[in-house]
Each structure stands twice: as C-alpha cells, then as structure tokens.
C-alpha cells in the first residue's frame, strides 16, 4: 500500500467517524421508540418490550446519580479518528488536584460543541493522562436520558443531565476528584458562534457559580480555541425573502423544541467541496487555573456576583494569554454578552 493510499484511508475513517456522530444518536432514539410499541402489540415478543420498560423504570434515576462510566467505551478507536479530522487538543495549564471537585466551564459552544465532545466525553485526547485522578463529566440536556437506549450509550462516556439534581449529586455525593463540564452559553449561544468571533454568553449565566457556591467546587475557566472556525453560519440580509423564512424556521424550531436552529455549512466528503461536514481546522480547548470557592449552603446575590465577577476576570485573561498563539490577532477580545 503506498503512502497516498494509506492517507486517503485515515482521511477517509476520519471523515466517516464525524458522520455518524449526530445521526448515531436518531438512529438509536427512533429503534428504541418503534421497537418497544412494535413489540408490545405485532409480535409474540411482547416480554421483551415490558422487560425494556421495566429496566427503565427501575433505572430511571441512575443517569441523576453519577451515571455509569465506561472505559472501554471512552478509548474506543473511533474517537481517536474523530479527534484527527480537526484535530483536536486538551491544553493544561494547571494541575487539578484529586483532592478538589470542579465545575469546568466551557466556552463557546459552537455549532455542535466538538471540542468539549471529544476532550470530556471521550479519551482520544488523553483526559485521564493530562487530569490523572480525576473523574470527568460532561452535562447535556436531560430529555437525551429519558429515551431508552440512547440513554445507555450517552451514560457510557460519563455524561449527565445539565440539572440541579444531577450536578449536586455528583459534586457532593461522589468522593472527590469529579469534574463536572458545563457549556455555559447553552444551545442559544450557537447563533453567535461563526469565523473571527469571539462573543459569549455568560453575563447573566450565573446558575454554575451560584452551584459551585453551594457545593464547594472549584470553578475552572476554559475556552476552546478554533470551535466558531469548523462551521460557516449564514444570517441573510434584513429585508430579504431569505432572511424572512429563516426567522420563521428558527422561530419554530424554538416554540416546538426549544431549540435555536442555525443555518450554517461547512465541507463536503472531498476537501474544497460543499457540505454540512465541519472544516478541517484545529481546536484547541485550554483549560485555565481552578478558582477556589467556599461552600455556602444558601449564597446570597451579592456572593453570587461576586464570584461570578472573578470568573469572568479569569476567563479574560486565560483568552487574552493564549488567543495569538492559536490564531487570532493581538487585538482580538472576548466579547461576553
């Protein structure tokens, strides 16, 4: 096999690794929604439907209480694929010492969050070489755990519901040594993430310290250099008949779903080509230094602000420190909405 053949083989397990990550997810959400029903009324295996149902009430609350990590899930070879199409990289820049529980806040989302993804959700970075000791979790939206199946599959690389229950659960509850991943900007901040910016939500966004309050962890500042360049997002000009059915799409999509909908694209199966794929162009997530954070069983407003104060301040000048050496100009600032 010649050396241009073997490339276009990774090129092409990397390419098929970031494919099938989002549609994975509906593939196994609609088996387990048609099957149980199909099950239960058009076949003679009507027990094995009631015996999924009965697993999921009986393990409804696990995904509120730590979860179940997998290692074997974690470091498979797929990942690693992933995390070479970009490619992507866990920076440290202090240690984070067993002793301690954290919340990491990520920024910015992204179209898809890749970065966070790859560093938190998987090992193709490393994670448990870089953090040696520390356990880490990566919260999403909690409707992914109510669909059988799909559920398991997120469980199995250490990711919860973004929910009060499940946080202080795993942050008082769990030993030390948890670190706990929140994309603070939320799905919303996705209509900011596009080439060259650097706009985040987070002045208003004061649940996770007000969290970190009550429970006595450690916030961490990270930022995830390159997430706004994989994806191109279009916003058609006010006036335009585009602009007009695009406020309409994303107004939808937010009243049936509670989603914001972005209209972006990227590249195609060959690179230069059109698609929905994300461009080939590194991220780079660095995590900053841990702010200790006193435990306060009721923190009032003005202890709430003041930490969140003192955040902000560190995620600035972890941004500031490392913005030119991946990639934006000396000039660049972090625009925090």
């Not at 994975?24 to 048609?34: A, E, H, Q, R």
């Not at 009986?58 to 498979?76: I, K, L, M, P």
């Not at 009550?214 to 279009?234: C, D, I, M, R």
Request: proline share 6%.
């Amino acid at each position: 096999m010649t050396f241009f053949s073997r490339l276009n083989l990774q090129e092409g397990l990397q390419t098929l690794s970031v494919m099938q990550w989002i549609p994975v997810y509906f593939i196994l959400g609609t088996i387990s929604i048609i099957s149980i029903p199909y099950f239960m009324v058009f076949t003679r295996f009507w027990y094995l439907a009631v015996l999924a149902l009965a697993w999921l009430a009986y393990d409804w609350n696990t995904h509120s209480q730590g979860g179940r990590h997998s290692a074997w899930v974690r470091n498979w070879t797929l990942w690693k694929y992933f995390k070479n199409y970009f490619p992507v990289k866990l920076v440290k820049t202090h240690d984070l010492s067993p002793k301690h529980n954290y919340i990491i806040g990520s920024h910015p989302h992204g179209i898809f969050s890749y970065g966070v993804f790859i560093n938190f959700a998987t090992e193709a970075s490393g994670f448990a070489r870089i953090f040696p000791s520390i356990t880490p979790v990566l919260a999403t939206l909690e409707g992914i755990f109510w669909i059988p199946i799909v559920r398991e599959y997120v469980m199995s690389m250490g990711i919860c519901p973004v929910s009060e229950l499940a946080l202080e659960y795993l942050l008082t509850k769990k030993g030390s040594g948890n670190a706990v991943t929140i994309v603070v900007g939320g799905a919303a901040e996705a209509l900011l993430c596009r080439p060259g910016a650097s706009t985040i939500l987070l002045k208003n966004r004061k649940g996770f310290v007000k969290l970190a309050l009550k429970t006595g962890a450690y916030l961490v500042p990270s930022y995830s250099f390159g997430e706004n360049e994989v994806h191109n997002q279009e916003t058609f000009p006010e006036g335009t008949w585009l602009r007009f059915f695009q406020k309409i799409i994303q107004g939808a999509f937010k009243k049936v779903l509670g989603i914001n909908l972005c209209t972006f694209h990227g590249r195609g199966l060959t690179r230069g080509s059109w698609g929905l794929l994300p461009f080939n162009r590194p991220i780079n997530t660095v995590v900053g230094e841990p702010l200790p954070i006193p435990k306060i069983k009721m923190p009032n407003k003005e202890t709430v602000d003041e930490y969140h104060a003192l955040y902000i301040s560190a995620l600035r000048k972890l941004f500031d420190q490392h913005k030119v050496e991946y990639g934006l100009p000396e000039t660049q600032e972090l625009t925090i909405i």
